[in-house]
């Protein structure tokens, strides 16, 4: 069976195969496999594909799982072949090609996975079983509608897999508080490179479990996950305020971002933007809603070319005293030293705020932008070096703006769990910066060729002035870009890989290893 589909891999490349040579090789893969799930070779087009729409691979096929149980098989299929690889695949929402496998099996785990399996009781509190593939926006839903219950942590976005921000880190406003979503939950099922279905925690089997979590998909695919949740509030109060310096701006996020529970927000994010009126780069983006209409006097304000927007959320209930919240939000705005007026609000659900960017989704789908290649650079930058970062890049290389959001803000270490594979720049307080380019195909903007030399040009301009920082979603082409973005343990991530995927069998889109032959 190997070799006949050896033949059709890797010498059929140029003779389409026939619907019935298909069919007959989907069976037979099927039999073989043991399969109770499908598996597909024709329409694979979009596992080739990601978000970032900047590189392209067609794997073999595409599998759709029933369960953990196919996906063992699929691996162990592909350990007994030559060089087959398996890229376990969530919502495709990679920038460089992560989850795709040239001519290996994707497993399509979106497709596959149940959502919320089940509602656990942990000694102090609750947590939910979800499955690898579900989609976090599902999870939110399922998870309040059924149980008034919620996860803590989240990403801006929810329109990502479980798997998939797991296998990274999964970062948003809440992290300052919760820590990323690898510091909520507290137990795995993984299927590994060697084909075996392990359950994992802190506490059984621990070195597979910390591996895995950040680890790239680089240890074994996760098929369900125990997350951490809590009572859902039903309501957030939404602000922002505008700091046109960045001094102020950093004093006040990382004040913020350090005061106990009860003394600050729920949700504490930032950006930078255009001091101008460009509606989507300048002023206009700072606006929270459409009603609100943009004072002329906020333009002349400052001289400076990029101003700074702190983003900050309270959650309440709808049976909270209105005055009692109120009270509370001039309490923790009072202590802030914002532009005077420049502050914007607005009352919204807690479910509505947290899909908040599924409204841009659906905006950038109707203009051609959502599908169009997205160029993003994402990086953790220490606080020691935020400021010329700040001075090189956002003042200097970016002063005109990305088109799109530029996020900045900070994050404390100890919300981190060293032991995960994630790898971080030094010191207690670190900031996230998104550069979350958009690209017009209907107007003439620069080649995202150009785009990526623009990255590649602030990665160096880093390098080159000392700057503490790590790639976060980190992609290099070279051995020696990992190692160095790994320092000091790489060795270790060699030796994990070497345990739980000796053949180099997974997540081969991340060129980080080579199948073994
Ligand atoms: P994929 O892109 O499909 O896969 C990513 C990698 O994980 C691949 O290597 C894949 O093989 C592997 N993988 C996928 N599923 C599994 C699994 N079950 N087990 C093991 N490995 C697996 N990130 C944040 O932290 N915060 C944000 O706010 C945020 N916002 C975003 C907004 C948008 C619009 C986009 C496009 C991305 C955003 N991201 C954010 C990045 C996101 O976390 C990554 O793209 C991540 O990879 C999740 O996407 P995915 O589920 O589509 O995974």
Redesign the pocket.
Same mark, same amino acid.
């Given at each position: 069976m190997i070799a006949y589909l050896e033949h059709f891999v890797h010498e059929n490349d140029s003779e389409p195969m026939l619907q019935q040579q298909h069919e007959e090789l989907a069976t037979t893969l099927c039999q073989s496999m043991d399969l109770e799930g499908t598996i597909d070779y024709r329409s694979t087009a979009y596992a080739g594909k990601?978000?970032g729409g900047l590189h392209a691979s067609t794997p073999f096929a595409v599998v759709r799982p029933s369960g953990s149980r196919d996906i063992a098989s699929v691996i162990r299929f592909a350990l007994r072949s030559p060089n087959l690889t398996v !890229? !376990?695949?969530?919502?495709?929402?990679?920038i460089n090609g992560?989850?795709m496998a040239n001519r290996g099996l994707v497993i399509d785990?979106k497709r596959s996975s149940e959502t919320v399996i089940d509602v656990v009781r942990l000694d102090d509190g609750y947590a939910v079983d979800v499955g690898?593939?579900a989609l976090w926006e599902d999870v939110l839903k399922r998870c309040v509608s059924n149980f008034g219950l919620s996860p803590r942590s989240w @990403?801006?976005?929810l329109g #990502?897999?479980v798997?998939? @921000?797991l %296998?990274? !880190?999964? /970062? %948003?406003g809440q992290t300052f508080r919760y820590g990323p979503q690898t510091s909520n939950v507290t137990e795995l099922e993984v299927v590994t490179g060697n084909g075996d279905t392990v359950i994992c925690s802190d506490a059984q089997n621990s070195e597979l479990y910390f591996s895995v979590l950040g680890g #790239?998909?680089q240890f074994? &695919? &996760?098929t369900r996950a125990r997350v951490l949740v809590q009572p859902a509030p039903n309501m957030v109060r939404w602000i922002r305020v505008v700091y046109s310096e960045f001094a102020e701006f950093t004093r006040d996020a990382e004040s913020l971002t350090t005061r106990p529970e009860g003394e600050s927000f729920d949700y504490v994010e930032g950006f930078v933007f255009v001091n101008s009126d460009d509606p989507v780069n300048g002023w206009p983006s700072v606006l929270l809603d459409p009603d609100q209409l943009l004072d002329p006097v906020f333009l002349t304000r400052s001289a400076n070319p990029v101003l700074y927007c702190l983003e900050v959320a309270l959650h309440y209930s709808k049976g909270n005293c209105s005055s009692t919240v109120e009270t509370r939000i001039e309490r923790l705005l009072g202590r802030l030293r914002f532009m005077e007026d420049a502050l914007f609000q607005v009352d919204i659900g807690y479910i509505d705020f947290l899909l908040r /960017?599924k409204e841009a989704e659906k905006q950038a789908k109707v203009n051609g932008i959502w599908d169009a290649p997205h160029p993003w650079l994402n990086l953790f930058v220490s606080k020691a070096s935020i400021v010329d970062f700040d001075r090189f890049v956002f003042k200097k290389i970016l002063k005109d703006g990305i088109g799109g959001p530029m996020l900045v803000y900070p994050i404390p270490r100890n919300k981190w769990d060293e032991r995960t594979s994630v790898v971080l720049p030094d010191g207690d307080i670190f900031y996230i910066v998104a550069l979350l380019r958009f690209t017009n195909p209907y107007q003439k903007s620069p080649s995202v060729r150009d785009l990526v030399a623009q990255n590649h040009e602030i990665i160096q301009v880093c390098v080159r002035n000392g700057l503490d920082f790590k790639l976060y #979603?980190p992609h290099y082409n070279t051995e020696e870009g990992w190692k160095q973005h790994f320092g000091d343990r790489w060795s270790r991530f060699v030796e994990m890989k070497s345990r739980y995927d000796p053949m180099a069998i997974l !997540?081969p889109?991340?060129k980080i290893f080579t199948r073994h032959q």
């Open positions: 990601d978000f !890229a !376990a695949r969530g919502n495709g929402h990679s992560q989850a785990m690898g593939g @990403t801006d976005y #990502l897999t798997g998939g @921000t %296998s990274n !880190a999964g /970062v %948003s #790239l998909g074994g &695919i &996760i /960017v #979603l !997540a889109g991340q």
